[in-house]
């Protein structure tokens, strides 16, 4: 078994108030999660499993479909060609394959943790089946989910250390074959523990079969990156890391009790605020929070407060979450309710 190690050094926060320079600093190991270690070696096109493009009639395999972010679906715009499709994670192709094409790569923890949902039904989720772990570093609750798994060897409940094998790599989830079977490993932060509620809501029509762990609830940083930074500075802490993330769009959001995101991870906090302070929350173009900040401004439902000037419409920079361009960007219906699970029931 080969191990493919960095570490990271994390702030502890022992609770909402206290601050940063308080903390205590707790260390931790990260490992790849397979046998492929193609990304230290910058080679993209033997680590990224490529995807299959069909664009302007003409038809491709580019691997940079594999890497995170706005890799897909490429869309002709005033502005140029841009990639509105975002993907959450990256796709790890295998390195091995029985005599029937069949991958066996082992999946291993990139992390000690605790496996909180493991999906066994591949129908369930465009994932197929796939298992997501709970990593408490920090001070805060970070998940790593693997998809399109062929096998599953853990049970939700089940303590995992750092390279213990999990599942054999597959192929199941929506569109995918053998031949580009791989690995979808993403590093998430979580919106709310309101999700179930707030999904059934909006979504009472499309059964959710994953609970908290749906997709919809998990934001996913660059872990490619992440990994690449680590091997520079094995000091670097996951709340410095997001530091390095342009603020792409910001959303004033109202007063809430319920507002889960400053609980889950306090160093998102900047400012003081008074029992009547709204919130602004500040995003990555990804989606991801990165700051959360109190503010006299008075909402009665999210609204957008920021956005970075484009000449090009935001619903293709945002994941649909912001409509239209520069002095008239609003926040879509999706976007709306997106936000409303930050505070919701409010």
């Not at 960095?6 to 320079?21: D, K, Q, R, T």
């Not at 009472?204 to 762990?213: A, M, S, T």
């Not at 912001?322 to 309710?337: D, F, K, M, V």
Request: a neutral charge; hydrophobic letters at 35%.
């Amino acid at each position: 078994m080969r191990l493919f190690t960095a570490a990271i050094l994390i702030v502890v926060f022992c609770s909402i108030s206290m601050p940063a320079h308080a903390a205590q600093n707790q260390a931790l190991d990260l490992v790849l999660p397979t046998d492929n270690d193609a990304l230290f070696s910058g080679d993209g096109a033997a680590f990224y499993q490529y995807v299959e493009r069909n664009y302007g009639g003409v038809k491709s395999t580019p691997w940079e479909g594999g890497q995170y972010g706005f890799v897909r679906d490429p869309t002709e715009t005033a502005g140029g060609v841009v990639y509105t499709r975002f993907h959450e994670g990256i796709d790890i192709r295998p390195l091995h394959r029985d005599s029937h094409g069949e991958p066996l790569d082992e999946v291993r923890a990139i992390g000690d943790g605790k496996v909180v949902h493991a999906n066994l039904v591949a129908g369930y989720s465009n994932y197929g089946k796939y298992i997501v772990i709970e990593h408490r570093w920090g001070g805060s609750n970070y998940y790593s989910l693997y998809g399109h798994l062929s096998s599953i060897a853990v049970q939700r409940g089940e303590m995992v250390t750092r390279g213990q094998r999990l599942a054999v790599m597959g192929y199941t989830g929506t569109g995918l074959n053998r031949e580009r079977a791989h690995l979808h490993l993403e590093l998430d932060l979580m919106f709310s523990r309101q999700f179930e509620a707030w999904y059934n809501t909006f979504f009472r029509n499309d059964p959710n079969h994953n609970g908290i762990y749906n997709g919809m609830n998990l934001a996913g940083l660059d872990v490619a990156r992440l990994y690449l930074a680590l091997r520079k500075n094995p000091a670097l802490t996951i709340p410095e890391f997001l530091n390095d993330e342009e603020i792409f769009y910001k959303v004033t959001l109202p007063n809430s009790r319920h507002f889960d995101l400053p609980r889950l991870y306090p160093w998102m906090l900047a400012g003081k605020r008074t029992e009547k302070s709204s919130w602004e929350v500040s995003f990555a173009r990804s989606g991801v929070p990165l700051r959360i900040e109190p503010t006299d401004r008075r909402v009665t439902q999210p609204e957008l407060s920021y956005i970075k000037k484009s000449s090009i419409d935001c619903s293709y920079l945002t994941r649909d979450v912001i409509s239209g361009r520069e002095g008239n960007a609003h926040l879509t219906n999706y976007g709306r309710q997106l936000m409303r699970l930050l505070i919701y029931p409010d």
